[in-house]
Every structure is written in structure tokens, then in C-alpha cells.
């Protein structure tokens, strides 16, 4: 059974939830003061602004990456002040970041680094990661759950690939933020399943070119739209296209 979402409106209703809801985790930081290296990732979204995911994000440990399975999906993180490193927490502060890239293993240092098998840990934006710890640390101890994604606008379907394939990254979802399964159809075609490729990019084998587009799309949440006739059948690879529809879940 699905984990269901909390959506927390204040720390300390967030706190007082049951602490089963709690995972314990690492974070550390990266992409510099102003989190520019974090755009693009292992999710595809390219400019994380443009996308809809902005500064507050994070590359997930593979324990939580789930080989793209986890792209967009939002979480709430504390400090952990009770273990070990928590004294550089920064008390009665939380930040809701989105899962945008990988942390990879690093199999150079012993069992893979902080993001090695195993280890739930967040890589988090500097911007992000220090709403919650001292800079000086590095590396603080958490506590994380998956949460509501909350977005501005619609699901953005952006198109790549090349005659018969094509590429398409699923952005901004809220809800549960991630991508489930995936559909396509031209004007010519009925519905045709996609799989994923990679990150947050689906693939269909199909020649689609020169047909307008419409999708549907299951989250990890099992709320399923149909996106409508979105793309119109002039586009063209690389270009992005806006809807006015989002998840609740």
C-alpha cells in the first residue's frame, strides 16, 4: 500500500505527527551559495526554475531514487538534534525540497559515501540545506518524510528524441509529484503506452511527428488525467508545452 501523503502547514503540527511518519536520514550540500550547479540532473528537467521545481531541491542517495521513480516528488526535512552532528542544527526549522538529480555512490570511499547502498540521504541545495544547518558542518542528521507537492501552473510535457522516438519529460506535477505510468497519442493513433527511459523522461517508439499530441498520465499517488490535445501538430523536437491541469495526488 501507497505511503500517504502529509501535507504540514506549520513545523509544529508537523512535529507533533506520529513518529512511525519519520525516516532518519544524512544531508549534505552542493551547487554553491546560490545553488546555480544544481540545475539539470539525473531527472532531465534541464533549468529547474523553467521547470517549475526552482532552488529548493535535492539529489536522492539511489536507496531513494529509485532509478527515477522518486523525480519530483517533494520532502519535508528537520534536523535531527537528538543524534550525533546535531548541534550544528539550526532548532524549529524545516524545508520542503523536490527531488530533481541523483547523489550517485561514491565506491572511493568506504561503503560508497554518504550516498551509498543502503543510506537514505539527501544532497540538497546549499540555498536548501542551510533553512535547516550550520554551514560549517557538511554533513547534518535528518528526519524526512514524502509530502503534498504544491506547484504553480499545469504539467509540462517537454519533447525530444528524433523521428520515431520520442522523449518526453513529465515536469511540475504536484500531488504526489512523480510519474507512475505515461501515455501518448497522435491525432491519427490511439493510446500508446510509454515506459521510462530515464529520469523523468518517457519514451515511445512511434512516428508521431507532424500529428498533434495528447497524454495521460497515472501518478505514484493512482490519480489519473488526460491531457488533451496539448501539442499542436506543428511542433517541433525540443520544445515544451504548458497545460492548465494538475494533480491532488
Not at 530533481?100 to 546549499?126: E, I, K, V
Not at 495521460?216 to 511542433?235: E, H, M
Amino acid at each position: 500500500m501507497a505511503k500517504p501523503l502529509i501535507l504540514c502547514t506549520a513545523l509544529a503540527a508537523c512535529l507533533a505527527l506520529a513518529a512511525a511518519d519519520w525516516s532518519p536520514g544524512t544531508a549534505t550540500f552542493y551547487g554553491g551559495p546560490d545553488g546555480s550547479d544544481t540545475m539539470g540532473g539525473a531527472c532531465g528537467y534541464g533549468n529547474l526554475y523553467n521547470a517549475g521545481y526552482g532552488i529548493n531541491n535535492a539529489a536522492l542517495s539511489e536507496t531513494l531514487f529509485k532509478d527515477g521513480a522518486s523525480c519530483g516528488q517533494c520532502y519535508l526535512v528537520i534536523c535531527d538534534g537528538s543524534r550525533p552532528g546535531g548541534q550544528y542544527c539550526k532548532p524549529g526549522t524545516a524545508i520542503t525540497v523536490s527531488a530533481t538529480n541523483l547523489c550517485p555512490a561514491n565506491y572511493g570511499l568506504p561503503n560508497g559515501g554518504w550516498c551509498g547502498p543502503g543510506r537514505p540521504h539527501f544532497d540538497m541545495s546549499q540555498p536548501a540545506w542551510e533553512n535547516i544547518g550550520v554551514y560549517q558542518a557538511g554533513v547534518i542528521p535528518v528526519l524526512y518524510q514524502q509530502v503534498k507537492c504544491w506547484r504553480n501552473g499545469g504539467v509540462r510535457f517537454s519533447i525530444a528524441g528524433f523521428n520515431y522516438f520520442l522523449l518526453i519529460n513529465i515536469q511540475n506535477l504536484a500531488g504526489s509529484g512523480s510519474v507512475g505510468a505515461a501515455w501518448i497519442k497522435g491525432d491519427n493513433t490511439g493510446w500508446i503506452q510509454m515506459s521510462r527511459n530515464w529520469g523523468a523522461n518517457w519514451q515511445a517508439l512511434s512516428g508521431l511527428v507532424g500529428q498533434g499530441l495528447s497524454f495521460a498520465v497515472t501518478s505514484t499517488g493512482g490519480q489519473y488525467i488526460q491531457f488533451l490535445n496539448v501539442v499542436p501538430g506543428w511542433w517541433q523536437f525540443g520544445m515544451t508545452f504548458n497545460t492548465y491541469q494538475n494533480f491532488d495526488y
